[in-house]
């Protein structure tokens, strides 16, 4: 499993991630357009274990998802970037990466999928393998 490193945009936090896959999901939310400040966000399901802060340390910021849950957005206390969340609905060893913030990650291919495409301007064409209106049928 490969160890992709990242880091915010200040420096005073860090870390590094197994990535099982080497796949981005594509995420044309309204939170994640707020949140990342553009179109979308490049994101993937790992377990938490697989994620580890070398430097510095994390604030949150929750809101409540589409599920009602809250989901806790970890962030650099200083320049507010982001590397992952947890959505609570998820459970507690599950989280969200931001692959797009990994180094080396731009190499990889297209996104495997795009979600909350319902929300993707019209500009903007459909790049994900599979495309869903929302999220997929779970
Ligand atoms: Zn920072
Ligand atoms: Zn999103």
């Known amino acids: 499993m490969a160890p992709y490193e990242g880091q915010c945009h200040?420096?005073?936090?860090?870390?590094t991630v197994e990535?099982?896959?080497?796949?981005?999901?594509?995420?044309?939310?309204?939170?994640?357009?707020?949140?990342?400040?553009?179109?979308?966000t490049l994101n993937q399901i790992i377990p938490k274990s697989n994620f580890h802060l070398t430097k510095g340390d994390l604030k949150v910021y929750s809101y409540k998802g589409d599920s009602g849950n809250s989901v806790d957005c970890y962030?650099?206390?200083?320049?507010?970037?982001?590397?992952?969340?947890?959505q609570q609905v998820m459970g507690p060893n599950t989280i969200v990466v931001r692959t797009g913030l990994l180094k080396g990650s731009e190499k990889w291919g297209k996104p495997a999928a795009e979600i909350y495409d319902k929300f993707r301007p019209s500009w903007l064409?459909?790049?994900?393998?599979?495309?869903?209106?929302?999220?997929p049928p779970s």
């Open 19 to 40: 990535i099982p896959e080497e796949k981005h999901i594509l995420c044309h939310c309204g939170a994640c357009k707020i949140l990342g400040g553009g179109e979308f």
């Open 125 to 135: 064409p459909q790049t994900g393998d599979a495309s869903f209106e929302l999220t």
């Open 10 to 15: 200040c420096g005073a936090t860090a870390w």
């Open 75 to 86: 962030m650099c206390p200083n320049c507010a970037a982001s590397p992952y969340h947890h």
